[in-house]
């Protein structure tokens, strides 16, 4: 899935909201 696709969501590793 998406895993540290912008690289700066370092802290949203587990799954983005937006």
Do not use: C, D, Q, V
């Not at 899935?1 to 937006?18: H, Y």
């Amino acid at each position: 899935n998406e895993k540290m696709t912008f690289g700066a969501g370092t802290r949203l590793t587990i799954k983005p909201s937006k």
